[in-house]
Every structure is written in structure tokens, then in C-alpha cells.
């Protein structure tokens, strides 16, 4: 980006952005329980999701560009298309609010971190999706999640 841009999408905080791989589109996540998904060249909003019930702490793209995972106060990590707005999937695994989400490289395993003390890898792409927990003291002792 050339020029410094402020944009006003949201009516209350922002918590969370995060630029798409190419980037041209950038995701926002806020208070007000919303995602907008920005063009960053003209500041147009794309879309605006309204999947959380409670504010929205964090949000990341997946490496294809087209699926957005957002995490909230509301416990939930959603995984969504950026291009239709459809909600993919839906993960209630956390019993505290999620304030952190990351897609691996492979853009079908999501990282999600929570108040609860965990951290779930989840395989997303599968029906039940394969989830694995491990709780802080694990992460601390080995140092990375296999």
C-alpha cells in the first residue's frame, strides 16, 4: 500500500486484522461482533459477517485466500468463505473465549487458543472433523504441538 488509509467499518474496537496471502483483502474482527473483509486499494467493504454473538478477538485466512476462521467471546471459532459469506463450519471446543486462530500452511488445519488454558488443532477439512486438545502446561514442557 502506497498511501496510509483509515477506514471506520465497525462501530466499536477493533481486535483482530489480518491481510490475505495476495494482499489485496484484509479481514477485521471487533467489539461489535463483526468481520468485515476490506479491499485494502479502495477501502470497500466486500462483506460483513455476522456469525459470533459476541465480540470477535481474532481472525485469519487460510492460505488459498478464500476461507477466513475468526474466533470469539462467544466461545466459537467459525470457518468461513470469503467469497459467498457461507459459514463452512462451526467449532464450539473451547469452554472459554477464543483469542487466537491460525491456519497451518496445508489451509485444512486450524490452530485456535483460548482463555481455557488450550490449544486445539483442528483437521477441518474432514467429516467429523479430527481435533486435538493440549493444555498449556503440554505446550510449555514440549515446546511445540505435533
Known amino acids: 500500500v502506497s498511501t496510509q488509509s483509515t ?5 466499536q474496537s477493533v481486535y483482530s486484522v489480518a491481510f ?3 494482499g489485496r483483502t484484509l479481514a477485521t474482527g471487533s467489539r461489535d ?3 468485515c473483509v476490506v479491499d485494502v486499494a479502495t477501502g470497500a467493504v466486500l462483506q460483513t459477517f ?12 487460510a ?5 477466513l476462521a ?3 467471546v462467544d ?14 463450519k462451526t467449532f464450539k471446543h473451547h469452554t472459554r473465549e477464543v483469542n487466537s486462530v491460525a491456519f497451518a500452511p496445508d489451509g485444512r488445519t486450524l490452530a485456535t487458543g483460548s482463555a481455557d488454558t488450550t490449544v486445539c488443532v483442528v483437521d477441518v ?11 498449556a502446561e503440554w505446550i510449555v514442557k514440549h515446546g511445540v504441538v505435533e
Open 63 to 67: 492460505h488459498d485466500g478464500r476461507t
Open 125 to 135: 477439512a474432514t467429516e467429523p472433523p479430527s481435533l486435538k486438545r493440549f493444555a
Open 20 to 22: 490475505a496471502p495476495d
Open 50 to 61: 455476522r456469525h459470533h454473538t459476541h465480540w470477535v478477538n481474532s481472525v485469519a485466512f
Open 7 to 11: 477506514w471506520a467499518h465497525h462501530t
Open 70 to 72: 475468526t474466533g470469539g
Open 33 to 35: 461482533s463483526t468481520v
Open 75 to 88: 466461545k466459537t471459532v467459525c470457518v468461513v468463505d470469503v467469497g459467498t459469506g457461507a459459514l463452512l
